[in-house]
């Protein structure tokens, strides 16, 4: 059973990844949750942690906020893209659950350390300032985790929140530049995989027949972003981007890809946030993540689907 600690900044998906973690008890031990800002402001985003948490039945899990903005420059959050909340579209009840004492990047330090080297896996849904954070406190941290699976970066998508940047990355170039120079096995799950793993009208037809309140809820807080995505671009539903990095602990065969050396670009006026990947090995800089480019997208649904059904709280 493999020990993680999420890292996220709640929007639907980043809720239905670590619902989906913790109704996997027999793979992954689910250590903390960990908040960042993000989609939204920091108070939002551990709101809607702890909200989806009770939800699930799940209070047992402590969330710990971190960082409320990047290492430089302001907060660039997202609320055209999840609403103001960053949870529109169901009246979830207050959370009566609090956050648990301590600063995230600390936590992450204690917990990752306390165990042997190589155990603890980071599985990051959102901008890495809180993994930056740990790692700046604690250097030996990058080379006792066991490796960082992270959604974020684009290869040959362009970008969601600029041109060129996915918006994780964009948000916290700095800190995604010294996660990616750490040394630590990162997997990097990009917009190319979550580009193809739509919540078409299908699949969500066959969340809401889980029929459970966890699948109704998700049902209509997936349906914002559906409808925002399927107003801008066109399609069958939005990218349903954060659960991948919970699939591919659970189900690496749902994805394929390469080891390629990631740089991150931090100064370019168009290009801030980029993530520049040397697929084709053009340069002599050693690959630091396996970048995976495509996923098997039925598969995938197939996993989330399942998990969101184990998830009946009393
Ligand atoms: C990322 O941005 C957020 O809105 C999603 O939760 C995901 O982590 C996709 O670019
Ligand atoms: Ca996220």
């Known amino acids: 059973i493999r020990p993680i600690i999420i890292d996220t900044d709640p929007s639907p998906d980043d809720a239905v990844a ?66 103001v909340t960053g949870f529109d579209g169901y009246d979830l009840p ?32 959102a901008p890495l300032t809180n993994v930056a954070l740990a790692m700046i406190r604690e250097p030996r941290l990058a080379g006792h985790l066991h ?43 990009p917009l190319d995989c979550t580009h193809r793993a739509l919540t078409t009208a299908a699949r969500m037809a066959r969340l809401r027949a889980i029929g459970t309140p966890v699948a109704e809820a998700f049902y209509h807080l997936l349906r914002f972003n559906k409808t925002f995505n399927e107003r801008q671009w066109g399609t069958d539903g939005g990218p349903l981007h954060d659960p991948t990095v919970i699939a591919a602990l659970l189900q690496p065969h749902l994805f394929s890809g390469r080891l390629a050396h990631v740089g991150i670009e931090c100064h370019g006026e168009l290009t801030r946030g980029m993530t520049v990947i040397d697929w084709w090995g053009v340069t002599e800089r050693q690959p630091n993540a396996l970048v995976l480019n495509r996923v098997d997208a039925e598969g995938y649904f197939n996993l989330v689907i399942d998990r969101l059904s184990r998830l009946r709280p009393a």
Request: aromatic residues 4%; negative net charge.
């Open 18 to 83: 670590f619902l989906m973690a913790l109704a996997s008890p027999g793979e992954l031990e689910v250590l903390a949750l960990t908040t960042v800002g993000g989609n939204v402001p920091l108070h939002l985003t551990t709101r809607n942690a702890l909200m989806a948490l009770e939800l699930g039945g799940r209070g047992d899990v402590p969330v710990y906020a971190g960082a409320a903005g990047p290492l430089a420059g302001a907060l660039r959050t997202a609320e055209h893209v999840h609403g």
């Open 147 to 189: 490796g960082i699976v992270l959604m974020g970066g684009s290869r040959s998508e362009g970008g969601n929140i600029t041109p060129a940047a996915e918006y994780n990355i964009h948000v916290d170039p700095e800190a995604a530049a010294r996660v990616f120079a750490s040394g630590v096995p990162i997997t990097m799950i």
């Open 94 to 125: 207050e959370p009566a659950l609090r956050a648990a004492e301590g600063f995230a990047p600390d936590r992450i330090v204690e917990l990752v350390m306390a165990r042997p080297a190589g155990s603890v896996t980071l599985c990051c849904l």
